[in-house]
């Protein structure tokens, strides 16, 4: 579990939220869990359902890649999730 993860869930209202974390089992039952722990976006918005994930080595490489995907409108965010579906 040394490598951090960038990864999109898709909420309940059919919006994206992303996020980075280093174990995202545990940052998606923490979003959709009954505490705190989520982040204040999805907790108005559960279930959250994981539809997207990737991997960089340093936390400051996938807080680059976030943000480069939160840029990204979302139109080419549900290309992206589309994409990484069809890679063998």
């Known amino acids: 579990m040394d490598d951090w993860c960038i990864y999109i869930v898709r909420c309940a209202d ?3 939220y992303t996020g980075i974390t280093r174990d995202v ?11 705190n722990l989520g982040a204040r976006y999805t907790r108005a918005r559960r279930p959250v359902k994981l539809v997207y994930q990737e991997s960089a080595p340093t936390r400051s490489k996938a807080s680059i890649r976030e943000s480069e995907i939160k840029h990204l409108s979302k139109k080419e965010k549900e290309i992206l999730i589309v994409d990484s579906q069809n890679r063998p």
């Open 25 to 35: 089992g545990r940052r998606v039952e923490e979003h959709n869990g009954n505490n």
């Open 14 to 16: 059919k919006t994206l």
